[in-house]
């Protein structure tokens, strides 16, 4: 039983010293995204936007909403499951690209 004792006090010793992962910029580029797909979608307060992963490599952000995600776009004619929307921006978060249900939308 002592040997439990030290390997959780080790290990709590050890994730002490570690730092915080470090911010690549995916949060602002998330939120940025977020914005563009409710400006794009023609009413901005009653799109749903859900948070999505970064599919991204280093020099750009990729978010994707699949079809069933929670993505409601407001005003769209097709049921609210079957909304989707892609997001791409470049390292700093900047909006390069955004799709709403397959129709590319023109960046603001």
């Not at 004792?5 to 977020?34: H, I, Q, R, W, Y």
Request: a negative charge; hydrophobic letters at 40%.
């Amino acid at each position: 039983m002592t040997h439990g004792k030290l390997f959780v006090s080790t290990l709590l010793l050890v994730a002490a010293g570690c730092s915080a992962p470090k911010e690549d910029g995916s949060e602002k580029a998330l939120l940025n995204c977020m914005s563009a797909i409710q400006t794009g979608s023609g009413d901005p307060v009653a799109t749903k936007v859900p948070y999505a992963k970064d599919w991204g490599t280093a020099g750009e952000h990729y978010f994707s909403w699949p079809a069933g995600s929670g993505l409601v776009v407001a005003g769209s004619k097709r049921p609210r499951e079957a909304d989707s929307a892609s997001c791409v921006t470049d390292a700093a978060g900047i909006v390069t690209s955004v799709s709403i249900n397959g129709a590319d939308v023109p960046i603001q």
